[in-house]
């Protein structure tokens, strides 16, 4: 084949446009292979930010919530340990109320024995007195 037969052949010529823009097609992928590198690992970088953002973030609240965790039970603690001096001190007045109670009783018993001693040698004194004033009356005959 000739050389004019190459280039009127209409599939060569197919071939030939088809080259040109496939040629034309790889230095626009190749252009934009050179373009997309920068601008993808822009884009990872922007998200590997707003990541680690996010996790400092996370990291701020979850101590904040452990900080609060340990306010919260230091605060049960206390609640704690003033409800049992509560008790406690309730407890304790409640038997030295009982404790006093018993001494009162007591010492109204002893009260009421001695005033009964104190009557019974009231009344021994007087009988006696008594006998002592009849023996002299007989004495003296004036019975």
């Known amino acids: 084949m000739s050389e004019r037969e190459f280039e009127t ?3 060569l010529q197919r071939i030939r446009t088809d080259t040109i823009q496939f040629e034309e097609e ?3 992928v ?3 292979l050179r373009g997309i590198e920068p601008r993808l690992d822009a884009e990872i970088e922007r998200f590997k930010s707003v990541a680690k953002a996010r996790r400092d973030e996370y990291e701020a609240i979850r101590q904040k919530a452990k900080a609060a965790e340990n306010v919260w039970k230091n605060a049960d603690r206390d609640y ?4 049992k001096q509560k008790q406690k001190q309730i407890s304790d007045l409640k038997k030295r109320a ?3 109670r018993k001494r009162l009783k007591d010492a109204g018993r002893a009260r009421e024995k001695r005033a ?3 009557e019974r040698e009231r009344l021994k004194q007087i009988d006696k007195a008594r ?3 009849e023996e002299k009356r007989r004495e003296l005959g004036m019975s």
């Open 26 to 28: 790889l230095r626009q």
């Open 30 to 32: 190749e252009s934009q």
């Open 9 to 11: 052949d209409k599939k």
């Open 131 to 133: 006998r002592t004033e």
């Open 116 to 118: 009964k001693e104190l």
């Open 80 to 83: 704690e340990f003033a409800k």
């Open 98 to 100: 009982d404790g006093l």
